[in-house]
């Protein structure tokens, strides 16, 4: 009999602090990070946290006079954006980046934080024009959504909308240095946030599991997070409970941990040019072509399907699919391309646009006419 021993390197240093406001204890961590007194580059959205009266609250917890804010964070953000917050954090000496917000502000602040003390562009880091040769300033994430998992993940995506272009930095040196998870951040998601970020995570998820570079350590963890978004999604959406939410917050932030070590794969590789080309949502993008890759990966790992199953309340694969649609639609989710605005004629553009580089961790390989048939289908 084969015996299977694994060998695997496992990544994550970022400090959890998890716990319904715990966002008191941000002020006391920067201190003790950086030193009291430290400048702080905060980044945020434009409006949502200044309305919901939270941005006040963490300027007078901080003590105002040491925050350079940033509030122009913007969902896709460039990476021009990425340079013009870079520029100000350093010329303000900020020791610190602190990011309140969605995978976007995350996803930003990461940058600022990694390039404040080097040399050169976010975009020539991004075509590996410039190697990240060091760690950045300390970077402390709070997630206002529950999805990304950027708050403990070690790359960022910078996107180009006009050029069709989705770049990425990725590096150990970009792993945030806490994440404080306060699932109260999360209470002013509305029911579409908080379907799509949570597809987001959930997506992820299961591309980890199947994935080629899964190992015992991520299997666990994703087992556990299918099994509480499985539970809790539909009631996060819809009800929108602080139990729930607190669920949905704990799962997206393990996701993001088992999925720096086994990465997504080929649901973001379509969802990236769906985002691009057809303006669709990063979560809903990701989510519509879960169940058709599931039933492609599933031969592939035939011994690791019951598990699977079971965290779905499923009892095959059948039943696992039609759990994931019943998720989804509950949410007022799309489980078609057709639901997204596609056609027949747009099939060869999403095969050619396909991040082909990130389909190669499915268990069984794919090929461009398998792709092309799946999508078809799933119209
Ligand atoms: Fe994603």
């Keep these: 009999m084969e015996q299977f021993l694994p060998s695997f390197t496992w990544n994550n240093p970022t400090r959890v602090i998890f716990g319904a406001g715990r966002l008191a204890e941000l002020r006391g961590l920067v201190d003790e990070i950086s030193g009291e007194g430290s400048r702080i580059f905060l980044v945020t959205g434009r409006s949502s946290l200044k309305a919901r009266g939270i941005l006040q609250r963490v300027l007078d917890a901080l003590g105002e006079g040491r925050i350079t804010l940033f509030d122009q964070a913007s969902p896709y953000p460039s990476p021009d954006l990425a340079d013009v ?31 404040s003390n080097k040399e050169g562009a976010a975009q020539e880091f991004s075509a590996g024009e410039r190697v990240i040769e060091g760690p950045g300033l300390p970077f402390i994430a709070v997630p206002t959504t529950s999805g990304s998992s950027s708050e403990v993940t070690m790359s960022s995506a910078l996107w180009d909308r006009e050029g069709k272009q989705h770049m990425g930095l990725s590096s150990r040196h970009m792993f945030p240095t806490v994440a404080i998870v306060d699932p109260e951040m999360t209470m002013s ?40 978004f499985h539970i809790n999604l539909n009631r996060s959406s819809i009800q929108g ?43 809903q993008a990701v989510s519509v072509t879960l ?33 994931i649609t019943q998720i989804m639609t509950r949410c007022g989710l799309e489980t078609k391309l057709s639901g997204l605005g596609l056609g027949e004629g747009d099939i060869d553009t999403l095969v050619e646009s396909t991040r082909w580089d990130r389909t190669r961790t499915l ?8 792709l092309r048939g799946l999508l078809t289908e799933l119209l």
């Excluded at 987001?200 to 087992?223: K, R, V």
């Excluded at 997206?252 to 080929?266: D, E, F, H, V, W």
């Design 241 to 283: 409970d602080i139990e729930s939410r607190a669920n949905c917050a704990m799962a997206a932030t393990m996701s993001g941990i088992a999925y720096s070590n086994s990465r997504p794969n080929a649901c973001h590789a379509v969802g990236i040019p769906l985002t691009l080309y057809w303006d669709v949502e990063h979560g």
């Design 85 to 115: 917050a870079t520029a100000q954090c350093r010329e303000a000496g900020c020791e610190v980046v602190v990011a309140i917000g969605g995978g976007s502000v995350m996803d930003l602040a990461k940058v600022v934080a990694l390039l």
């Design 189 to 228: 998601m509305s029911k579409t946030l908080a379907a799509v970020t949570g597809m987001d995570a959930f997506t992820s998820a299961i591309e980890s599991y199947w994935s080629t570079e899964a190992e015992p350590m991520t299997d666990g963890i994703n087992l556990q997070v299918i099994q509480m």
């Design 363 to 370: 268990p069984r390989p794919l090929g461009r006419d398998d």
């Design 291 to 323: 169940t058709s890759f599931l039933r492609w990966a599933a031969p592939g790992i035939p011994h690791k399907m019951p598990a699977l199953y079971a965290a779905l309340g499923a009892q095959d694969l059948d039943g696992a699919c039609a759990r």
